[in-house]
């Protein structure tokens, strides 16, 4: 059973930085790239980075390139989403998603398993 595990998400005021922290099970990590997608209020959630599963390559969206970045670490079974420069728009719910057995991290048809979700809430 694969589980992903968010955490790491909080109120924050507009320029300040966060860092989101997902714990996966050891497949998901292993055998697929990993992403993270958020979902604000009234809209539809969205792929905003992934990171494929040797790490070479990197997906971001527009709206966050130049202000998130995006890593895994094998030795903890963990992916990271550094958040910096934030606005009030990227307030909204971020959730942790792995597409096992699939590098396709830029493709959101590839993500099959969630996390909880975690909220993110910038103040202006």
């Known amino acids: 059973q694969v589980k992903l595990v968010e955490s790491g998400g909080g109120l924050v005021q507009a320029g300040g930085s966060l860092r989101l922290s997902c714990v996966t099970s050891?497949?998901?990590?292993?055998?697929?790239?990993l992403g993270w997608f958020r979902q604000a209020p009234g809209k539809e959630r969205e792929l905003i980075s992934g990171i494929s599963r040797s790490e070479v390559g990197t997906y971001y969206t527009t709206s966050v390139l130049g202000r998130f970045t995006i890593s895994r670490y094998n030795a903890n079974n963990t992916v990271y989403l550094q958040m910096n420069s934030l606005k009030p728009e990227d307030t909204a719910v971020y959730y942790c998603?792995?597409?096992?057995?699939?590098?396709?991290?830029?493709?959101?048809?590839?993500?099959?398993?969630w996390g909880q979700g975690t909220q993110v809430t910038v103040s202006s």
């Open positions: 050891e497949h998901a990590f292993v055998h697929g790239a």
């Open positions: 998603a792995a597409a096992p057995y699939s590098d396709s991290y830029s493709n959101t048809n590839e993500y099959k398993i």
